[in-house]
């Protein structure tokens, strides 16, 4: 059954294990609470599956050295998800380390692993301001020279992979918060013209492959989300192939949740556009308390009801499944424990809160 037909039972059912969850927080919460229900061993019971019934595609992002070096980390990548993004092998600096000399095998590897277990992948990222190669950023470069050096990374890249990939991130953080554009190499050089470029470029390369623009803090309906509305809108009037946008999720249980994110997504809906949660994450003040756990489920929660209660999301994907090895704590000091696993790969009530939330969207059995 498709989500739009489940948009009222859902937000009824979800409404009310919101409820339960702020309960649950305010009384005396039980010892352990980020461990109160065990994770679903049932194949049938995986996110990725209980999505699949919705559809929806439930993915990971999923790092590289964990996957060959950790035998259960791999087995939960390989059993849980429905879909895959690469942490960091397919940026630009893992991909032409040396101008015009190419990297593919770790982005391959995760192509391999994906189709071996009947993944969908999700290619990230082909524009980006951040983890460039060191000859980019040191190069001199005239702006025919950098337009050039983007047109044939993006030609290369998604030709490599052509195929393979089923929604490509194509320009990613676009924007600052305030809504002006970002000022990065490529804005500074090239102007605000790469991005319809870019898009451009890539369906050339691959006509059959979802092209995304992705970015964060604009999961509710505030500057930052407007002037990329905005711009998409534009776009779109241009006949710019662009499929949809990416709202990356990357949340913290010392800030409200963007109760409003399902009429942001609506508004992007409504424009002809898919919608995805690209890179899902909550993370807490270490250390945590059982409330802070509640409150990480409720901020999950909040998410995936905003995608499933948006006719045209077709994924939500979690920036890394267990806390073991999260990116959080190298980068927010004195933050982490923000994946729906924990560092011993158990379930926390957030992997919980989507598991009943997706059960809801699909009618109990």
Same mark, same amino acid.
């Given at each position: 059954?498709?989500?739009?037909?489940?948009? =009222?039972?859902?937000?009824?059912?979800?409404?009310?294990?919101?409820?339960?969850?702020?309960?649950?927080?305010?009384?005396?919460?039980?010892?352990?609470?980020?461990?109160?229900?065990?994770?679903?061993?049932?194949?049938?019971?995986?996110?990725?599956? $209980?999505? *699949?019934?919705?559809?929806?595609?439930?993915?990971?992002?999923?790092?590289?050295?964990?996957?060959?070096?950790?035998?259960?980390?791999? =087995?939960?990548?390989?059993?849980?998800?429905?879909?895959?993004?690469?942490?960091?092998?397919?940026?630009?600096?893992?991909?032409?380390?040396?101008?015009?000399?190419?990297?593919?095998?770790?982005?391959?590897?995760?192509?391999?692993?994906?189709?071996?277990?009947?993944?969908?992948?999700?290619?990230?990222?082909?524009?980006?301001?951040?983890?460039?190669?060191?000859?980019?950023?040191?190069?001199?470069?005239?702006?025919?020279?950098?337009?050039?050096?983007?047109?044939?990374?993006?030609?290369?890249?998604?030709?490599?992979?052509?195929?393979?990939?089923?929604?490509?991130?194509?320009?990613?953080?676009?924007?600052?918060?305030?809504?002006?554009?970002?000022?990065?190499?490529?804005?500074?050089?090239?102007?605000?013209?790469?991005?319809?470029?870019?898009?451009?470029?890539?369906?050339?390369?691959?006509?059959? =492959?979802?092209?995304?623009?992705? /970015?964060?803090?604009?999961?509710?309906?505030?500057?930052?989300?407007?002037?990329?509305?905005?711009?998409?809108?534009?776009?779109?009037?241009?006949?710019?192939?662009?499929?949809?946008?990416?709202?990356?999720?990357?949340? /913290?249980?010392?800030?409200?949740?963007?109760?409003?994110?399902?009429?942001?997504?609506?508004?992007?809906?409504?424009?002809?556009?898919?919608?995805?949660?690209?890179?899902?994450?909550?993370?807490?003040?270490?250390?945590?308390?059982?409330?802070?756990?509640?409150?990480?489920?409720?901020?999950?929660?909040?998410?995936?009801?905003?995608?499933?209660?948006?006719?045209?999301?077709?994924?939500?994907?979690?920036?890394?499944?267990?806390?073991?090895?999260?990116?959080?704590?190298?980068?927010?000091?004195?933050?982490?424990?923000?994946?729906?696993?924990?560092?011993?790969? *158990?379930? *926390?009530?957030?992997?919980?809160?989507?598991?009943?939330?997706?059960? $809801?969207?699909?009618?109990?059995?």
């Amino acid at each position: 059954m498709r989500k739009a037909t489940q948009a =009222a039972a859902v937000g009824t059912a979800a409404a009310a294990l919101l409820v339960s969850t702020f309960t649950v927080a305010a009384s005396a919460a039980p010892e352990n609470a980020a461990h109160h229900t065990k994770p679903k061993s049932d194949a049938a019971n995986t996110l990725g599956a $209980l999505g *699949k019934r919705v559809d929806l595609r439930i993915g990971t992002a999923v790092d590289m050295s964990a996957l060959a070096s950790d035998a259960p980390y791999r =087995a939960k990548a390989a059993s849980e998800f429905s879909s895959v993004t690469p942490e960091n092998v397919m940026k630009w600096e893992a991909v032409e380390p040396q101008r015009g000399t190419y990297n593919w095998a770790p982005a391959d590897e995760l192509v391999d692993f994906a189709k071996e277990n009947g993944q969908l992948v999700r290619g990230h990222t082909l524009v980006w301001h951040s983890q460039l190669p060191a000859w980019l950023n040191n190069g001199d470069f005239t702006a025919d020279e950098l337009r050039e050096i983007l047109h044939q990374h993006i030609i290369d890249q998604v030709t490599h992979f052509k195929g393979k990939i089923w929604q490509w991130d194509v320009v990613n953080e676009a924007f600052n918060d305030d809504g002006t554009m970002r000022d990065s190499i490529w804005l500074q050089k090239l102007g605000p013209g790469y991005i319809a470029d870019a898009f451009r470029w890539a369906h050339q390369a691959d006509p059959k =492959a979802k092209l995304f623009i992705n /970015d964060y803090n604009i999961e509710g309906v505030n500057a930052k989300s407007t002037a990329l509305y905005n711009l998409v809108a534009q776009l779109r009037k241009q006949h710019v192939p662009i499929d949809g946008v990416g709202i990356q999720g990357h949340l /913290d249980v010392q800030y409200n949740a963007p109760h409003d994110i399902a009429a942001n997504m609506k508004r992007f809906d409504d424009l002809g556009l898919e919608t995805a949660i690209t890179e899902a994450d909550v993370r807490i003040p270490m250390p945590a308390d059982n409330t802070e756990f509640e409150a990480q489920a409720e901020a999950y929660d909040v998410l995936l009801r905003g995608c499933l209660l948006t006719e045209h999301c077709t994924d939500f994907t979690v920036w890394g499944f267990t806390d073991k090895y999260s990116w959080v704590p190298g980068v927010f000091t004195g933050e982490g424990a923000a994946n729906v696993l924990d560092e011993n790969f *158990k379930a *926390k009530a957030a992997y919980n809160a989507m598991s009943e939330d997706l059960k $809801l969207a699909a009618g109990r059995d």
